[in-house]
């Protein structure tokens, strides 16, 4: 199911936001909600409901992974979330189709050109 | 609350099987934001982060379904629906499908359905306020009503008490504390603009700490301000505190002018606190002296109680015989042949219309179930037009249960959007009944309201009903084999023929039922109002005005300036209106014939007058003379009715022997003779026999402290009623004047709780008898055309038009009669629940019941007749070619 033809379709704000919380860091459900809202100030805001059906989405895409058993003291409910490689790769993709759009909106001078 | 919210909506929402993987930590994840939600910005924050998790919720459920079912249909194999939602989100939508392709069954069945149930929402809403709802006191189920009654009544009333017995009470109770009131005291508020007329309430004995409400501000009364030395305080209502005040908190601690005094206020009341009874706009202790405390011949004090912990009305009424028996020894003269009553004060404040809301109730459940059948009918009718679909879904496999819910998920649908609009009808139903007054003379008016249960109580009766029409078509169509839908053609079956004969039947037997009970109120209604009132209520004005200080000039005064104005016939002045209730009571005595020591004599109620009372609302002397100039305090007479002398002089002629009134030691006047008799008024209402009454003049009882004016005039009443307005002004401008109405006004209102249960009951019958005779004509009508094939063979073979009319008839009549047999079983078994209702005729009336019968059948008959004259017009080889 990971193959380009899924990846290649732009992915949504919401979905990208969750892949970019994941990219350094292993995350719980929360946690991504947390970290998004604070790298978009407050931006992009998930609910627990859209968080989860991107969460089942990219599950099923097979773009994250489950990470069981963090530590003992943690809430046993709480399932932690880490990137797969396609998922990193469809990050990456997506940051990539992103910055070509943004290399076209400067080539028309729509933007200025980085230093 | 919201997290738990938020579970079951997930729960409710989301399919199977992405609750399994997630639901918990979706939840754990949602707790968290609740809380950060919380912190930030309080229970209006979680409220909202609720709100906005909605739509977020709501497409999983759809997404992850149709994900589902694609991936599942992509498998071929067969699994289980993964939960009931699923199916049903399948089939509610099927269903909207199904209802939106023939959008006229649709909004009939939705309309007529919607007029049932909002019939049922509004009377639901008066019987819940009224009847279901708790009291809002404080633990209102451990408040009781303690009063006396006579050992010989039949039926139990709890009656006020003289203060005398109440302290006595009071002090001997170890199951209950009890306190008491006396209601109805017209006060009046000056030195704040125009003189404000209220309502007010004596306390007496600590009854504020009995009822247990918590005030809104400052305190409640307590004992200590029933002291005669304790300062004059008053507390208020809420809707006093703004409609007078405009919810000035400050007002609490000031003092104004109540009556002539000044009083304080220490108090304001929440909303909805109107004990006993609304409106009532101020609460004041009553400062009774010690002589009065001990006063066992005025009954004016109503009691109420509350248990103790641990005790029970069983023990508080064996607590009382005991404390009466007492009593009885100690003031023989006082209590003899006399009970304690104790009884819960919510049955003493409903009591009277219990009957009456639940008549009307059973009314419109009826109206509905009428419905329900009629619609039941449509369904069937249609469920068989319908067959052949239904048989090429079961050939294409779905199974017997799945259609069968499929078919009561229509149903329930068609109910639940029936109910919807029902409640928007209802609300314009009770809105109609609240303005329209009719709900005047019922207690607790100022409660009722469409709330949470009432909405629940709709929502179950629709679901109900779907249900309950809903299976009737079901069950017809699982039990067809489904070739026969498929060969057959959409012709019914004989089973579809029986199950609509006896919906009909039992239609007719319902709208016989509820054509009765109105027919019955009607005629007891028309009865009532053939009553002699006793008075000539045309074109006699009434206004009440309150005497705030004694002033022998006054009513002279006011007569000679009232009698000046052109048009006026006849003036006269009355401490009660006719018609409008006993008013105040005392013993009536024969100096004559002394009643033995410990024999109480009975209390009759007495009206202080004018002489010109008589001639202004048109009693007719019967003996003796009119009251004249020379009826003075120093040399009193007095006039009685005939009911009263019924009483007290069977057999004997009234005029000229002595009685007074009151106890021996407390009289209103030392000594009288009889010196008129007049004509009886009705004035314990209509359907009531007119009680013994006692008419004192104006000028023995001088210091009465308010009265009614009548005025007798020509014309109309507006420009009368303006000039004495005037009149009053002139002569005390701080004199308030209240109720100002007809006579025949206050003598329509004396029937209108009568008027407004026969005027519904009608309106439900009527409702009744078309639903019922438009199922009548829909059924033959569908029998007509379901048989044209034969009635076209009949016409053929030489059947004359008459005779195939008399077929079609016949039919009609034949369902028609089985139901009004029926229904008349029915009505038997019923009407005795009216009993109280009535006047004048028995729950049996047989009048009634054959006008109803008589009824139905020409209405029955006018409805078969269209189907009946166009089955003569079947064209026998148009009808032959068509199959």
Redo the contacts between chains.
């Keep these: 199911m990971t193959d380009k033809s899924v990846v290649a379709q732009p992915l949504s704000t919401q979905v990208f936001q969750i892949l970019l919380s994941l990219v350094d860091q292993d995350l719980?459900?929360?946690a991504i909600?947390q970290d998004v809202a604070e790298r978009t100030d407050d931006e992009v805001r998930l609910?627990?409901?859209?968080?989860?059906?991107a969460?089942?989405r990219l599950l099923d895409q097979g773009l994250i992974d489950e990470v069981r058993s963090r530590s003992r003291d943690d809430?046993p409910?709480?399932?932690y979330y880490r990137l797969t490689p396609s998922g990193r790769k469809a990050a990456r993709d997506e940051a990539l189709r992103l910055e070509r759009l943004a290399a076209m909106a400067r080539a028309k001078r729509l933007l200025p050109s980085p230093r | 609350m919201t997290v738990r919210v938020?579970r079951a909506l997930v729960w409710l929402l989301l399919p199977t099987g992405?609750n399994d993987?997630?639901a918990?930590?979706?939840?754990?994840?949602?707790t968290?934001?609740d809380r950060a939600a919380r912190a930030r910005s309080g229970r209006v924050g979680a409220w909202r982060?609720l709100i906005?998790?909605i739509p977020?919720?709501v497409?999983?459920g759809f997404?992850?379904r149709r994900t589902h079912r694609t991936v599942r249909a992509r498998r071929v194999a067969p699994r289980l629906e993964d939960n009931v939602f699923d199916s049903l989100v399948q089939d509610a939508t099927f269903a909207v499908r199904s209802l939106r392709r023939s959008l006229g069954f649709t909004i009939v069945a939705v309309g007529t359905l919607a007029l049932g149930i909002g019939a049922n929402t509004a009377i639901f809403s008066v019987v819940n306020s009224v009847l279901l709802s708790p009291l809002k006191l404080h633990d209102p189920d451990r408040l009781l009503a303690v009063g006396e009654d006579s050992k010989a009544a039949t039926t139990v009333s709890v009656r006020s008490t003289s203060p005398g017995s109440f302290f006595d009470w009071k002090t001997s109770s170890q199951t209950m504390d009890l306190g008491a009131y006396d209601a109805g005291y017209s006060r009046t508020l000056t030195g704040r603009g125009e003189p404000q007329q209220l309502v007010g309430t004596q306390i007496i004995g600590g009854l504020m700490d009995v009822l247990g409400v918590r005030p809104l501000l400052g305190r409640t009364l307590t004992v200590a301000d029933e002291n005669p030395g304790a300062p004059p305080v008053f507390v208020l209502s809420f809707d006093a505190w703004h409609r007078v005040f405009g919810e000035d908190r400050d007002v609490v601690g000031k003092a104004f002018t109540i009556n002539g005094v000044s009083r304080t206020i220490v108090g304001v009341m929440p909303a909805g606190f109107t004990f006993p009874a609304a409106p009532n706009d101020l609460w004041f202790p009553g400062q009774l002296d010690a002589a009065f405390r001990v006063n066992r011949d005025q009954y004016f004090l109503s009691v109420v109680g509350r248990l103790r912990p641990g005790a029970t009305i069983e023990r508080a009424r064996l607590e009382m015989n005991g404390v009466m028996d007492r009593l009885t020894r100690d003031w023989p003269k006082f209590n003899q042949g006399n009970r304690i009553v104790v009884q819960p004060l919510r049955d003493t404040i409903i009591g009277g219309v219990q009957s009456r809301l639940f008549v009307l109730m059973g009314a419109v459940a009826f109206v509905l179930l009428i419905t329900c059948a009629n619609i039941g009918n449509l369904l069937v009718a249609r469920a068989a037009a319908r067959r052949r679909e239904i048989s090429v879904r079961r050939a294409l496999g779905a199974g017997t249960g799945r259609i069968a819910r499929q078919l009561i998920t229509e149903s329930v649908l068609l109910a639940v959007v029936g109910g919807g609009v029902g409640v928007a009808i209802g609300k314009g139903f009770l809105k109609l009944l609240l303005a329209g007054q009719v709900t005047t003379n019922l207690p607790r008016v100022e409660e009722i309201a469409l709330d949470s249960r009432v909405l629940l109580f709709t929502l179950g009766v629709s679901v109900f009903v779907g249900l309950l029409f809903g299976c009737m078509p079901a069950w017809h169509l699982t039990r067809d084999r489904f070739s026969d839908g498929l060969r057959e053609g959409t012709r019914g079956s004989a089973r579809h023929q029986w199950t609509r004969n006896t919906l009909v039947v039992v239609e007719v037997a319902l709208a016989m039922i509820l054509l009765t009970g109105a027919g019955l109120l009607l005629r007891s209604f028309a009865l009532m109002e053939r009553v002699d009132t006793g008075v000539k209520p045309d074109q006699v004005a009434t206004l009440s005005i309150l005497k705030r200080k004694p002033d022998p000039a006054f009513v002279p005064a006011l007569i000679e300036r009232l009698r000046g104005i052109p048009g006026v016939q006849s003036v006269a002045i009355t401490s009660m209106l006719p018609i409008s209730g006993r008013g105040i009571g005392a013993w009536f005595n024969r100096i004559d014939r002394p009643l033995p020591d410990n024999v109480q004599p009975s209390g009759e109620g007495y009206r202080v007058i004018t002489p010109e009372y008589f001639a202004t609302v048109g009693i007719p002397l019967k003996a003796g003379r009119m009251f004249d100039a020379n009826d003075r305090r120093e040399a009193p007479a007095i006039i009685v009715n005939e009911a009263l002398v019924k009483k007290y002089y069977p057999n004997e002629n009234p005029l000229g022997k002595p009685v007074y009134l009151g106890a021996p030691d407390n009289r209103l006047f030392d000594s009288a003779p009889i010196v008129g008799v007049v004509g009886d008024t009705r004035d314990a209402g209509l359907g009531n026999d007119p009680l013994p009454t006692v008419f004192i003049p104006i000028a023995v009882m001088r210091n009465w402290p308010f009265y009614s004016i009548v005025i007798r005039h020509s014309g109309s009443s507006a420009p009368i009623v303006a000039s004495a307005r005037r009149v009053v002004r002139e002569i005390d401008p701080t004199m308030p004047i209240t109720n100002v109405q007809t006579l025949a006004e206050v003598v329509s209102s004396a029937t209108a709780p009568a008027r407004w249960s026969t005027t519904l009951l009608g309106v439900f019958a009527g409702v009744a008898l078309i639903t019922a005779i438009l199922g009548v004509f829909g059924l033959l009508s569908y029998t007509v055309t379901q048989r044209a094939r034969e009635l076209g063979i009949r016409i053929a073979l030489g059947a004359s038009s008459q005779g195939v009319q008399r077929l079609v008839l016949s039919r009609g009549l034949l369902l028609v009669g089985a139901g009004l047999a029926l229904g008349l079983v029915g009505a038997l078994l019923l009407t005795r629940f009216m009993q109280s209702l009535l006047y004048g005729i028995a729950p049996t009336d047989p009048i009634t019941f054959i006008g109803v019968g008589v009824l139905l059948v020409l209405a029955a008959t006018a409805a078969s007749m269209i189907p009946a004259r166009r089955a003569t017009r079947i064209d026998p080889i148009v009808a032959l070619r068509t199959e």
């Design positions: 719980h459900g929360y909600i609910t627990a409901s859209t968080l989860y059906a969460v089942k809430d409910r709480r399932r | 938020y992405f993987a997630f918990d930590e979706l939840v754990a994840v949602y968290d934001l982060a906005g998790e977020g919720l497409r999983i997404r992850e």
